[in-house]
């Protein structure tokens, strides 16, 4: 039986087919159809040659969750808050963007005023009721709602994270009365403090749920019809799986669901490979994604944001640049050469594509300058068309009085450097030496700028993973059913605070446990778990998350625990400053599937020549296929590296092997 990986990018569409009995992987791209991403998915499933009927699971990323937000397409939704609380929306946090910006236009409120309704009720701080629910102005305010007109419901109600009472009460009424809306609770999207964040993060829940649940109700029923007889599974922000009923329930959970996949992906190969620190680089057609992975976990966020605005869901910290293959290249006002954020994503895509893109972008400059074959496909999908290229690029060449060749390298020389500022922004702004870390590339582009990247960090080993530009959905392949959960306590740090927290790990582990059966099929003894514990000392706003193999049998192993995570992430602890218990973060893991890789047979024939520009102008080098080299094989650069999907230039000074595994590594000498 067969299991596929699909990721939908701004370009292409990426599929992934994997035998275990044999550790066969099969690759395919497609161009992404964004009227009709479904599409896209069937036509590589059709290049594969792949019968439904023979697929043992499925496991699917999506952008549109992301996609819907950015662009303003997501639903409008009424809002039910408690009295008082109407404006939170409307206010925030009170940051200013632009600090000293006098002129500053404030950000619209994702609901506007007319859409927020407030209801007579009250949740303490502790959880106590101050204010009952009165049933009689529970009808009347949602009277209102449903006479509103939008279709999506988000209740958000003040302190639900601590008592849910009164917007479950409230949600079911709506059911009840209005079978025909959709309604989201704050205290199911996000269940701890931080009013603004939880409101908005809700909201932006409740404008897509409609959306991606039709969605993925329509792809499952296109694969059932097609032959597919088990669930589809869905990847989240987290870099787990669940099913699509969470996802539909949960989809703001999906917002970074392709990146997380080659996050996923690097996690269980590097740890095949024995390193534990890696810094990923995803450079896809429309964007670059990075993120760091430190002793085998990568960094986690619950401080995300879409659009501008908070998402407060748990979700791997990527950082996300625009800068990818199809990234535009343009002039700005000062006279200086820029890229990117603006793609030609597939339609009309770059210049090279032929299919009417006139703008020059970093895949005709990577064709310029020979670090791409024009006999060759690009993904098997798309015929390069090296003229076209070039006079895309020598029109914004003829702007600066420079021939193509020097513009070309220019613009990929400002493409590395602004994805080698965005892995300082994870890595030495964070206080972690990217020397100390092997860079990991993928994505269609990954693998060409690698080298270069790693040079200008001082990394000195990259490890290029099979099947690069298809790696996102591999990571699907991969991943594990994944669910988290969190819950505020707000204690000292004390024996008693300690015995809440107990109480409470206790109480998740057993939600975790019944949901893992009951949603992935997951027995209680095959389910793992993650614990950190957010703490900080008293009076500070902001908790640090403290990661713990379980709950300490003291207060004071906690309280030490914290100090020592503190002082390593600001060299500094107070020690003697009293501690607080914020909240329980609980992450449950079902078995991570058996994958494992094989490299390819090779063979012993004499290498290709090519010449590729450089900052030294043309240099001669070696062309290999990826499958043609034998595990141990040595290749020195100058050399370029072509397989399906992906293209790998070994720059000078470094060597490129394959290992049993079939990565490929390059080294710095």
């Known amino acids: ?47 594969l040659g792949v019968r439904l009927d023979e697929v043992e699971r499925f496991v699917h990323g999506t952008t549109r969750v992301t996609n819907a937000l950015l662009e303003g397409a997501g639903e409008p939704v009424s809002v039910i808050a408690t009295e008082g609380f109407r404006d939170v929306l409307e206010m925030g946090l009170g940051h200013r963007p632009q600090l000293y910006s006098v002129k500053e236009v404030a950000r619209p409120p994702l609901a506007p005023r007319r859409l927020r309704h407030v209801l007579r009720e009250r949740i303490g701080a502790d959880g106590s009721v101050v204010r009952q629910l009165d049933p009689g102005d529970l009808d009347a305010v949602l009277d209102r709602v449903a006479a509103a007109g939008p279709k999506a419901v988000a209740v958000c109600l003040l ?43 809700t909201v932006l829940n409740a404008s897509v749920r409609s959306t991606v649940a039709d969605y993925l109700r329509g792809l499952g ?53 024995g390193y534990s620190n890696v810094i990923t680089c995803d450079i896809g057609g429309t964007s ?37 293959g199809g990234s535009i290249a343009w002039r700005d006002l000062g006279g200086e050469l820029r890229i990117g954020p603006r793609s030609a994503g597939s339609t009309p895509g770059p210049a090279a594509y032929g299919r009417g893109g006139t703008e020059p972008t970093a895949t005709d400059a990577h064709l310029v300058v020979g670090h791409l074959d024009p ?61 100390d870390f092997v860079l990991m590339p993928f994505g269609g582009a990954g693998p060409m700028h690698a080298t270069a990247l790693a040079d ?81 000392f008293r009076g500070q706003s902001f908790d640090l998350a403290v990661p713990v193999d379980d709950v300490p049998a003291t207060a004071d192993e906690l309280v030490t625990a914290f100090h020592a995570a503190y002082a390593e992430r600001y060299a500094y602890a107070r020690s003697g400053h009293p501690v607080e218990i914020v909240n329980c973060r609980l ?28 900052p ?31 293209t790998t230039v070994v720059g000078a000074g470094w060597t490129a092997t394959v290992d049993e595994r079939g990565y490929l590594l390059l080294t710095r000498e």
């Not at 591999?474 to 988290?484: I, N, P, Y």
């Not at 582990?509 to 893992?516: E, N």
């Open 587 to 614: 992450t449950a893991f079902g078995p991570r599937p058996a994958v494992r890789f094989t490299a390819p047979a090779g063979g012993s024939p004499q290498p290709g020549r090519t010449r590729i520009y450089g």
């Open 221 to 273: 029923a296109a694969l059932s019809a097609g032959g597919y007889a088990h669930p589809l599974s869905i990847m989240t922000s987290s870099g787990g799986v669940v099913s699509t009923e969470e996802a539909g329930r949960l989809p703001i959970n999906l917002a970074l669901s392709g990146p997380a996949g080659g996050v996923a992906a690097s996690v269980h190969l590097a740890g095949l490979a």
């Open 288 to 324: 670059t994604d990075v993120c760091l992975i430190k002793n085998g976990t990568p960094l986690m966020t619950n401080d995300g944001k879409i659009a501008g605005y908070p998402n407060r869901t748990f979700q791997v910290e990527i950082n996300t640049i625009g800068a990818g």
């Open 159 to 201: 302190h639900s994270y601590r008592n849910p009472a009164h917007e479950r009460a409230a949600a079911s009424r709506l059911a009840e009365r209005y079978p025909g809306l959709v309604c989201t609770i704050s205290s199911d999207v996000v269940p701890e403090q931080g009013e603004y964040e939880r409101f908005a993060t």
């Open 616 to 646: 030294a102008g043309w240099v001669d080098a070696t062309v290999w296929r990826r499958t043609e080299l034998a595990p141990g094989r040595a290749v020195p650069g100058p050399a370029v590296v072509r397989e399906s999907g992906s």
């Open 1 to 47: 039986m067969l299991c596929i990986g699909v990721d939908i990018g701004g370009t292409f569409t990426d599929v992934i087919v994997y035998e275990p009995a044999t550790a066969r992987l099969a690759e395919a791209k497609t161009l992404s159809t964004p009227d009709d991403p479904a599409a896209a998915i069937f036509e590589g499933l059709a290049k």
């Open 375 to 435: 006999q060759e496909s690009l993904g098997g999908e798309v015929r390069l068309d090296v003229d076209a290229a070039r006079a895309a690029v020598g029109r914004l060449a003829a702007e600066f009085d420079l021939d193509d060749l020097e513009l070309a390298h220019g613009i990929l020389r400002i493409a590395t450097i602004k994805m080698t500022s965005a892995i300082k922004e994870i890595s030495v702004a964070c206080g972690h030496d990217p020397r």
């Open 456 to 536: 200008d960090l001082g990394i000195r080993r990259v490890l290029v993973p099979p099947v690069p530009g298809n790696f996102s959905a591999l990571g699907f392949v991969t991943a594990q059913a994944r669910h988290d959960y969190v819950r505020t306590v707000l204690v000292p740090a004390d024996e008693a605070g300690l015995a809440a927290v107990r109480d409470v790990v206790a109480e998740l582990r057993d939600v975790a446990r019944a949901q893992l059966k009951a949603e992935d099929g997951v027995e209680a003894d095959q389910v793992t778990f993650g614990l950190s514990v957010g703490m900080r």
